[in-house]
C-alpha cells in the first residue's frame, strides 16, 4: 500500500471550482514558496509606502509660507521609509517642543500613522507564512498500483481480512467511540460515518423473534460519496449510500407456544451420559457447490461449560440468489430481499458478579459453589442466538435528478438491474459500481469471523471467567460496536482503490479500466457501449480523485489567496512606480498643480544635496529638476561638516540662494506663478 501525495493543482470540490482551487506543494517547495511570499509581501510594502508617501506630501505641498516643522516632515515623507518616518516623527515632537506650541498634535498622528504602516505590513509579511490555513485542508492520494482488490486464494483472503478487520475495530475504539482528539482519526476524509439507532419489527416470523425484545435498527444518514467517503467530484458527479442493519435475539426454545429451534444428543461414554451436545436448526450449513454438510446450523457441547473457557462467537451469512454456505429456514427468511447474519454468542464458562436480565447476556441463575467467597450467577442460555439483516441503498445526488433505488441485497445493489432508473452519468455510475463492490463484504459476518473470540465488548469486564456487571441493553451496545466497526472497514476500503492491498500477498488488483479485468468482472459487454467506455475512464480517473486529510509534509496553498495576493501586490508595485509621474504630467496643467510637483521635486534628498553644495560654491550644477542631479563636469571639491561650535554660532538670515538654471527651469514649470525675491547665484558665484 502506498501512500503517495500528488503535488500540483488541483480542485478541492468541497469548496467550489473558485475556492477549491488548490496548489499543493512538497515541504522544500512549499517552504521556499513561504519565504518568497514573505519577502514579496516586504516589497510591497516598501512600495505602498511610496504612494502612501507621496499622497501625503501632495496634500500637505502649498505655496505659502510654513515653520520649520513642515518642511522638515515634508522631507522627511520625500525620503524616508516608514519605519524611518516614525522614529523622525516621534524625534520631531522631541526637539520642537519648546519652540511650537502644542507640537504633539502636529507629529504624533504622523508617527502613529506610519507605525501603523509598519505594523500592519509586518504582520502581513508573518502572516503570509500562514497562507496555507486558508487552502483544502485535504490532499490527492496518487498510486500507480490502483483497483480493487482481490485476494487470490483464501490463505491471501485470511491475512487480508484479519488485518482490515483489526485496523477497522481499532479506529472504531478511537474515533467512533469518544470524540477526543486523535491524530489516526484525522486522517480519512471523514471522522465518523453517521448513524442513528432505534428499534422495529421483528424482519422474520414472529415465532422466531424473542418475545417482548423489541428488534434493534440501525441505519446511516444519506452518505455523500464526495464528503463522507473523499471520491473529488463535482456535485453533478456525486452519488449517495444508505445502509440499515436490523438485528433481533431469536428463541432457542419457546415453552408457551411449544416452538424449539434445538435438539439434544447426549454423547455416551462406557455407556454413561457425560456430555450433552446441543444442536441448532436455523437451517442447513453446506459446502462449496452446495454440497450438504450438516443439517443443522451451530452446534455446542456442555463440556465447554465446566472449562476455564470465555466467550466465543460463531457467526454464518446468507446472501439472496448466491452460492452461501447457510440457509436459513423459512421462519429465518426476511421479508425484504437483504443479506443475513447468524450470531451464536456462547458464553462458555462465563459466570457473572451480578445477575443481569440482557436478552442476550442475561445471568440469572444462582451459582454456589463450597469455599466460594461470593455468589454469582450462571447464563440464563448456553447459547444466544441473533439473526440480522443488511439493506443497502445507492441514490443519484445529482440536485436535477435525484434519486433511489429500492434497499436490497449489497449483492445486487450494484449490479445493471439494481442500478437501473438512476439515470447516472458514466462517473456516477463508476462510483456506484466501486461503493457496491464494498457492500458485499460489510456484513456482521464479514467484520467478525476473523475475530470470533476477541471482538464482543463484554469481553472486555471479564476478569478469567467472572463476569462484572453488565448492562441490561448489552446486546445493543454490541451490535452498535459491529454496526461502527463495518462503517470504518468501508471507510478505510474507500481508501485502498488508489493505495493499493493493505498487506502484501496474493492479492489482484482489479484494473476495471483494462479489457481483461472488465470482462472478468462482467462488468461491460464485450462489445462495450460509448457509456460503457466512458465509465471505464472514470474508473481510471478515479485513481487520482480520492481525498485523504493526511499530508505527509506537503503544504496547500489557495490559488485564489496566492493570485490576490500576487496580484494586489505586483499592481501596488506597478503604481508605485508610475503614479508620480502620471500626476506630475497632469499637475503641469494647472499653476496649483505645478507648485505641488515643484515641491515634490524640492524636497529630493538628492536635490536638498545639491542646493546645500551650491550654496557653499561647491561644484558646478545641473539637474536642477532631475531625479538625479550632477556636475557638469568630473570637478572635486571639499564638503566641510558644520562642527558644533559652528551650530551655536548665531548666522545671519540671508535670502534663499538658488541657481540660475533652478529660476529659470521654476519659472518655465509653474508660468504665472508669482514669487518672493531670490539672491540669483550666477555662473561667476555672485
Known amino acids: ?57 501632495q496634500i500637505m505641498a502649498k505655496d505659502s509660507p510654513h515653520d520649520g516643522l513642515h518642511y522638515q516632515r515634508q522631507h522627511i515623507l520625500r525620503n524616508e521609509s516608514a519605519a524611518g518616518a516614525t522614529w523622525l516623527f516621534l524625534q520631531q ?31 502581513a509579511s508573518i502572516l503570509s507564512g500562514f497562507i496555507t490555513d486558508g487552502a483544502s485542508e485535504y490532499r490527492l492520494l496518487m498510486s500507480d498500483d490502483c483497483g480493487l482488490q482481490e485476494p487470490r486464494d483464501i490463505e491471501a483472503l485470511q491475512v487480508l481480512k484479519a488485518f482490515e478487520n483489526q485496523q477497522a475495530a481499532t479506529y472504531t475504539r478511537q ?14 476524509p471523514i471522522r465518523t460515518l453517521e448513524w442513528t439507532n432505534g428499534t422495529r419489527t421483528c424482519p422474520f416470523d414472529p415465532t422466531i423473534c424473542l418475545p417482548d425484545v423489541r428488534p434493534f435498527h440501525m441505519k446511516t444518514k444519506e452518505l455523500n460519496s464526495h464528503h463522507d467517503f473523499g471520491i473529488n467530484e463535482p456535485p453533478e458527479n456525486r452519488v449517495g449510500y444508505r445502509r440499515e442493519t436490523l438485528c433481533t435475539p431469536l428463541v432457542t426454545a419457546h415453552q408457551n407456544v411449544n416452538v424449539s429451534f434445538m435438539e439434544r444428543i447426549p454423547a455416551v461414554r462406557n455407556s454413561t451420559d457425560e456430555s450433552v451436545t446441543w444442536v441448532y436448526l436455523y437451517g442447513r450449513r453446506q459446502g462449496s457447490q452446495g454440497r450438504l454438510t450438516t443439517p443443522y446450523t451451530h452446534a455446542y457441547n456442555s463440556e465447554n461449560f465446566n472449562g476455564d473457557m470465555a466467550y466465543s462467537v460463531w457467526a454464518l451469512r446468507h446472501i439472496p440468489s448466491s452460492a452461501s454456505s447457510w440457509v436459513p429456514i423459512d421462519a429465518l427468511k426476511p421479508n425484504v430481499p ?75 445493489v450494484g449490479d445493471r438491474e439494481g442500478l437501473a432508473g438512476l439515470n447516472l452519468n458514466p462517473i456516477q455510475y463508476a462510483t456506484a459500481m466501486r461503493l457496491a463492490w464494498l457492500t458485499k463484504f460489510q456484513s456482521f459476518y464479514d467484520v467478525t469471523f476473523t475475530r470470533t473470540n476477541g471482538f464482543l465488548r463484554a469481553q472486555d469486564r471479564v476478569n ?124 503641469k496643467k494647472s ?40 556636475t557638469r563636469t568630473a570637478c572635486k571639491f571639499e564638503y566641510e561638516p558644520v562642527t558644533r561650535e559652528q551650530e551655536t554660532t548665531p548666522t545671519e538670515t540671508t535670502p534663499t540662494q538658488v541657481s540660475g538654471e533652478e529660476t529659470s527651469q521654476m519659472a518655465m514649470a509653474s508660468p504665472g506663478i508669482r514669487r518672493k525675491p531670490v539672491a540669483v547665484v550666477s555662473e561667476a558665484g555672485v
Open 93 to 123: 515632537s522631541w526637539y520642537w517642543r519648546k519652540t511650537i506650541p502644542k507640537v504633539w498634535q502636529r507629529t504624533l498622528p504622523w508617527a502613529l500613522g506610519a507605525a501603523l504602516f509598519v505594523g500592519l505590513f509586518a504582520a
Open 464 to 587: 478469567g471467567i467472572a463476569q462484572h456487571r453488565l448492562p441490561d441493553d448489552q446486546w445493543k451496545i454490541e451490535m452498535g460496536a459491529l454496526f461502527s466497526d463495518s462503517l470504518s472497514l468501508m471507510q478505510h476500503q474507500v481508501m485502498r482503490y488508489p493505495t493499493g492491498p493493505a498487506r502484501p500477498g496474493n492479492i489482484t488488483m482489479l484494473k476495471l479500466w483494462i479489457p481483461d479485468d472488465i470482462l472478468e468482472r462482467s462488468i461491460t459487454d464485450p462489445d462495450p457501449s460509448p457509456f460503457d467506455l466512458a465509465t471505464n475512464k472514470a474508473f481510471e480517473t478515479m485513481c487520482h480523485t480520492q481525498k485523504v486529510k493526511f499530508t505527509n509534509g506537503t503544504l496547500n496553498f489557495s490559488v485564489l489567496g496566492l493570485g490576490l495576493l500576487l496580484g494586489i501586490g505586483l499592481l501596488l508595485i506597478i503604481v508605485s512606480y508610475i503614479v508620480q509621474p502620471i500626476v506630475a504630467s497632469r499637475q
Open 338 to 412: 437483504a443479506d443475513t447474519t447468524i450470531m451464536f454468542i456462547v458464553p462458555n464458562s462465563i459466570k457473572h458478579i451480578d445477575p443481569n436480565n440482557d436478552p442476550i447476556f442475561g445471568a440469572n441463575i444462582t451459582w454456589d459453589q463450597p469455599g466460594q467467597i461470593q455468589r454469582m450467577y450462571r447464563p440464563d442460555r448456553a447459547v444466544s442466538p441473533i439473526a440480522c439483516i443488511d439493506l443497502h441503498q445507492i441514490c443519484n445526488l445529482d440536485p436535477k435528478a435525484y434519486k433511489c433505488n429500492t434497499p436490497q441485497s449489497g449483492r445486487t
Open 591 to 630: 499653476p496649483t498643480g505645478a507648485v505641488k510637483a515643484g515641491h515634490w521635486d524640492r524636497d529630493d534628498a538628492l536635490q536638498v544635496l545639491r542646493r546645500l553644495l551650491e550654496a557653499m560654491g561647491a561644484g558646478d550644477w545641473e539637474g536642477v529638476m532631475a531625479e538625479f542631479p550632477r
Open 175 to 188: 474515533c467512533y467511540d469518544n470524540d477526543a482528539p486523535s491524530g489516526s482519526c484525522n486522517d480519512l
Open 1 to 57: 500500500m502506498t501512500t503517495e501525495i500528488y503535488t500540483g493543482q488541483w480542485t478541492d470540490w468541497s469548496r467550489g471550482r473558485v475556492l477549491g482551487a488548490t496548489l499543493t506543494l512538497s515541504s522544500r517547495d512549499g517552504a521556499i514558496l513561504v519565504a518568497f511570499l514573505a519577502f514579496f509581501v516586504t516589497i510591497v510594502g516598501t512600495r505602498t509606502w511610496i504612494i502612501v508617501s507621496f499622497v501625503a506630501h
